[in-house]
């Protein structure tokens, strides 16, 4: 059943020991749930693989980026119209915490060992470097040119966040935690936008708002090793496998499905109105796109590469991300 959950946006986060799943709770341990951003609504929209919707969750102004932390006990949500990152804990659907960032709040990223969680403030040029275990202390670093969203390697050894500003780049620091620094800006085609690891870890994937293609950079080095032109212009990409990219391409109603290794597209799904984001269960067996013109979510039979249905969400749907709980 569908509930509305509300709770103190500024309360601290709660202690780890009160949020596990407790005997007769609705929730039960290991459920996967697709958690979809409403920017018109304010709000995140959490759904079972099936696009059952079983909660909408209260966050701030205009989410535009979503993060799980990699022990899945929190989802966190990039929120554009106030400059504010919100924390929701998994086990109870609830919002926990609102940190304010800075202007135009777009990028969430934590690192792989889940210290740090890092927020792209596109419209005051910097980026926030947040403790994830209390989120209380935050540091900031300047990147100039917009940055928009932000990554980080596999190894945990790199942040970078891709910059709108002139033709877009790429800033690369040194993930030191609150100690990073810039060594590097790279030039990945015309306005770098969305990303995603290859699954060894060897190789990051950039998307292009300014252009038709997706590029492939060597994750030490952040040097083109590959670029793939989709036909369309590319925005969010995620690996199905170590093989198999998806990439949506905003505006023009289907999904392109790259081959790496082939450094080529193998197929295409239509998907619907401005697909915009993209994530996997956990078995890649499904993915679930959210579509921003139709306000639906597209769920999909990634084996068979076909829609099995559209669920109506909201409007003006952002990312999406898939938790365990």
Do not use: C
């Not at 932000?150 to 780049?169: E, I, P, Y």
């Not at 994750?219 to 990439?247: C, H, K, M, Q, Y």
């Not at 499904?286 to 769920?299: K, M, Q, T």
């Amino acid at each position: 059943m569908e509930s509305s959950v509300s709770s103190s946006a500024d309360q601290s986060v709660a202690d780890p020991a009160l949020t596990q799943d407790q005997p007769g709770g609705t929730i039960p341990e290991y459920v996967e749930l697709v958690f979809v951003e409403d920017a018109h609504n304010r709000q995140v929209t959490a759904l079972t693989l099936d696009g059952d919707i079983v909660a909408r969750i209260p966050v701030g102004k205009e989410p535009h980026d979503i993060a799980v932390s990699p022990d899945q006990r929190y989802v966190v949500t990039a929120n554009q119209g106030d400059g504010t990152v919100s924390v929701i804990e998994t086990a109870t659907l609830s919002p926990v915490k609102t940190i304010a960032t800075g202007k135009g709040a777009h990028g969430v990223a934590f690192s792989p060992d889940g210290q740090f969680l890092f927020v792209a403030n596109s419209q005051d040029d910097t980026l926030s470097i947040i403790d994830a275990a209390t989120f209380a202390r935050q540091e900031k670093v300047t990147i100039a040119g917009t940055p928009e969203y932000v990554g980080v390697t596999k190894d945990g050894f790199h942040v970078f966040t891709t910059n709108l500003g002139g033709n877009g780049s790429i800033t690369v620091l040194r993930n030191r935690g609150f100690a990073s620094s810039i060594v590097k800006t790279s030039y990945p085609g015309i306005d770098p936008h969305g990303w995603a690891l290859v699954p060894d870890g060897r190789a990051v994937v950039i998307t292009n708002l300014g252009s038709n293609f997706t590029y492939l950079l060597d994750s030490e080095t952040f040097e083109s090793i590959g670029r793939i032109d989709t036909g369309a212009t590319t925005e969010f990409a995620a690996f199905r496998n170590g093989i198999e990219l998806w990439v949506t391409n905003i505006g023009s109603h289907y999904l392109s499905i790259i081959d790496i290794e082939k450094n080529d597209v193998i197929g295409t799904i239509t998907v619907g109105e401005t697909p915009h984001g993209i994530s996997f269960s956990s078995d890649r067996s499904r993915a679930f796109v959210p579509l921003y013109g139709s306000g639906e979510v597209a769920i999909i039979d990634a084996v068979a590469r076909i829609v099995l249905k559209k669920v109506p969400v909201g409007q003006e749907l952002h990312n999406a991300a898939v938790a365990r709980l």
